[in-house]
């Protein structure tokens, strides 16, 4: 988030906060709640729904209004309540729960071509079922004016869409087209929380003033533009994963932040206008599913045939860190282009150091006196360029050397510009290791990983007098490795279900090429008054567009297919290794990466288009994998809007999900009841459908875990017609291994044709 966001948003809280404080003698508090009702349960004393909704919140609250009602998403409203004003709701006929509102955060011309899309068009034709499809996108809202929303060739309207464009601040209704077929905007529930929004500095309307969403949006579905760059960088046609489907923008995200009403009502107005699919780059913390407002508004989403992508997170490389894990959504990491913005720093000891920049302007020749901000600062965090922290007459002149962290990349070129610096060179700390985000810096600046930055440092606290230069060296393409996994893309293990391998998979999402708001700069900084159709930004954000527009096409392909069927094809046709046979290698860490980092692998749109088999996924098998959790009908029907009860003579196996991946959580020796050397036994079944031609599938299990054992039964399948299906069972047999131990194999049917592949991942906890 930018760091005008993040400014806005503490002053925000600063006010709410004291607002709250002074009128705490006077009245409670009020926050906002999702209340989610059991519809099918209304007494008949109402004639509607909405009567009974406002009858049993006028019975806690004469003053309360309500914000929205939700009919798809959800059953039920929001309101603003005190928290006993919650509980005497909660405790009503009816009444299936009461949540606290969750607050969640937001976390191209070179993709085509990486993807294979540019030269396999002939092969991967969008048909006319192309431009059928409808990607609905929650985000900051949409810049109509861009030439990514074109809609010359697209036919009339698809018949099945019943949304609209909603008027509002800088928006009307001619600001939607062909390919931008809807806009709405939802800030009840913000301005519930932080008061009316301020038009002088936002659009209350679908007007994207962040450029979140119209990147995210144009990534999706963007149509085509020739000539498109961000300062020359990154030259070429730009153009989306769908060029031919609709556009359907839902404002949820405000400069301070989304908000879980807001969110709920765009999902259930999504469902309601007709979208194919829902692509979501927002996220929260890891909730269970009864409590998570994405998660509850993405099954019934899921449940009328509508796949809902979402970012894994950002919360990289820490383990445990991956959200939106329910497996229900598609759940997407972020991995590297094979294209490069390289900056060149020279010190004046002769040694040279790659890194990259965005910055447009002329380098930086010397040699120039080169300065540690640590040493130039009157702060103890100084090496970290917070604002007002470097000492003018220590840096003015020179190049500045900053740590990443803290504080937005670009914003750290400010405060050495503003302190009269001229040049910086950004170094990663351990935390961030090699991996180098580009940014459009405003001054000269070069970002360098945390090796070459122990190297800078060393030379500048050795010699008497430093010096350096820095250049840049444009765009670069076909650099490999590539892709390789992003240090901030959120890992597993999946921290709610351990069972259930997230993140799904992994796509572009590093210095990312995309259409962008006309409000604001490239960098996002209030200072930065530069105006660009296109800029170039990193994060998971990215990549769940990627895969959301891949989707879309493969919906064009398959329009039978569901969305499990549509997820399943990009899993199991992924790739998780280079030509050479290496795997996938992890920035963060320099090696190998892991599934727990990349899901099933590297998306492979070509592939995925005939996987041969998928495993499909209903809703009954969802509602199952609940029984397994041990969820009662009353927490089942909170989590997917189901009247569902568990067989009590049966035993659900959380296992058994028909899941496209193996997670396999092991037993260590000290929590057996064995003891040391006793083995774990675990079995996972699968159900495969046949979506190709017929044929028979032999099993393969790629392992070198001494420690397991794996077996598959049958070995083989053979699949006569169109859509028969064949089950298989897998049994993991584990010896002891100490607690934190993870191991990893691969599984996989194939028929000579296709490849139908399954990461394993086992771990011992």
């Not at 939802?186 to 003033?209: L, N, Q, V």
């Not at 009403?261 to 009864?290: L, P, Q, R």
């Not at 280079?578 to 492979?604: C, L, M």
Request: proline share 5%.
């Amino acid at each position: 988030m930018k760091l005008r966001l993040l400014h806005k948003v503490a002053v925000a809280l600063l006010v709410l906060s004291l607002y709250e404080v002074a009128e705490g003698t006077k009245k409670p508090a009020k926050t906002t709640y999702i209340i989610h009702m059991d519809k099918s349960n209304m007494p008949t004393t109402f004639a509607d729904h909405l009567e009974w909704y406002d009858s049993s919140l006028k019975s806690v609250s004469d003053r309360a209004d309500m914000l929205y009602t939700y009919n798809n998403a959800l059953h039920g409203f929001s309101a603003r309540l005190t928290a006993k004003e919650a509980e005497l709701l909660g405790k009503q006929p009816g009444i299936l729960s009461v949540m606290p509102e969750e607050r969640y955060e937001l976390h191209t011309t070179r993709t085509p071509e990486f993807l294979g899309l540019e030269k396999s068009e002939a092969l991967y034709p969008e048909s006319n079922l192309a431009s059928d499809v409808i990607v609905g996108v929650l985000d900051t809202g949409v810049w109509p004016e861009l030439k990514s929303y074109d809609d010359t060739g697209l036919g009339p309207v698809p018949s099945t869409w019943k949304g609209s464009c909603e008027v509002g601040k800088n928006f009307n209704s001619s600001s939607c087209n062909k390919k931008l077929i809807g806009a709405r905007f939802f800030s009840k529930g913000y301005e519930a929380a932080f008061g009316p929004i301020d038009e002088s500095t936002e659009s209350k309307s679908p007007r994207d003033d962040d450029g979140h969403g119209t990147h995210t949006s144009t990534t999706v579905a963007g149509s085509a533009v020739p000539e498109a760059s961000l300062f020359g960088f990154a030259s070429g046609i730009a153009r989306g994963m769908a060029t031919r489907a609709r556009v359907a923008a839902y404002k949820v995200c405000w400069l301070g932040g989304c908000f879980g009403s807001d969110i709920m009502a765009a999902m259930d107005k999504a469902v309601e206008d007709g979208v194919n699919v829902m692509s979501m780059s927002i996220g929260g913390g890891t909730s269970d599913y009864y409590r998570d407002t994405i998660s509850i508004g993405a099954f019934n989403a899921m449940a009328q045939g509508i796949l809902v992508s979402c970012s894994a997170g950002n919360g990289g490389p820490s383990s445990k860190s991956v959200g939106n894990v329910a497996p229900w959504i598609t759940t997407v990491g972020a991995g590297t282009l094979d294209r490069d913005f390289p900056a060149y720093v020279t010190l004046g000891n002769g040694k040279n150091y790659r890194g990259a920049s965005l910055y447009s302007g002329k380098s930086l020749s010397g040699p120039i006196p080169l300065v540690f901000a640590g040493n130039a600062s009157n702060s103890s965090s100084g090496e970290l360029c917070f604002s007002g922290s470097l000492v003018a007459n220590k840096v003015a002149g020179k190049i500045v050397v900053c740590d990443r962290g803290g504080n937005s990349r670009a914003q750290k070129g400010v405060v050495v510009k503003n302190a009269g610096g001229v040049g910086m060179i950004l170094t990663n700390t351990e935390y961030y290791g090699e991996e180098l985000v580009a940014d459009a810096h405003l001054l000269p600046s070069a970002a360098v990983g945390q090796k070459a930055g122990i190297e800078i440092k060393k030379y500048i606290f050795s010699d008497p007098s430093p010096t350096a230069t820095i250049a840049s060296g444009g765009t670069e393409v076909d650099v490999q490795p590539s892709p390789v996994v992003a240090s901030f893309s959120s890992r597993g293990p999946n921290p709610l279900n351990p069972q259930i391998l997230k993140p799904d998979l992994i796509a572009p999402g590093v210095n990312i090429l995309a259409g962008w708001t006309g409000a604001l700069g490239p960098t996002g900084l209030d200072s930065d008054k530069r105006h660009v159709n296109f800029n170039i930004i990193s994060g998971t954000s990215m990549s769940c567009p990627h895969v959301s527009g891949l989707a879309a096409r493969l919906k064009a392909a398959h329009w039978e297919w569901s969305p499990a069927a549509i997820r399943s094809a990009l899993m199991t046709t992924a790739y998780t290794k280079y030509k050479n046979g290496e795997t996938i290698e992890d920035v963060a860490t320099g090696s190998s990466s892991t599934p727990f980092d990349y899901g099933a692998g590297h998306v492979d749109p070509m592939a995925a288009l005939d996987p041969g088999l998928v495993y499909d996924t209903t809703v009954d098998d969802y509602l199952r994998f609940l029984c397994a959790l041990n969820y009662t009908s009353d927490l089942i029907k909170r989590s997917t809007n189901r009247e569902f009860t568990c067989d009590s003579s049966k035993k659900y196996n959380v296992e058994d999900l028909n899941y496209p991946s193996f997670a396999v959580p092991m037993e260590t020796a000290s929590s057996k009841t064995g003891g040391v050397g006793a083995s774990s036994t675990v079995k996972y079944t699968r159900t495969l459908t046949n979506v190709g031609s017929p044929g028979t599938y032999k099993v393969s299990v790629s392992s070198q875990i001494p420690s397991v054992k794996i077996l598959v039964e049958p070995e083989s399948l053979t699949f006569n017609t169109m859509g028969e299906k064949e089950s298989y069972t897998v049994t993991f047999i584990a010896g002891s291994m100490p607690s934190g131990t993870t191991s990893f194999a691969s599984l996989k049917w194939s028929d000579g044709k296709h490849s139908v592949g399954s990461p394993i991942a086992i771990s011992w906890t």
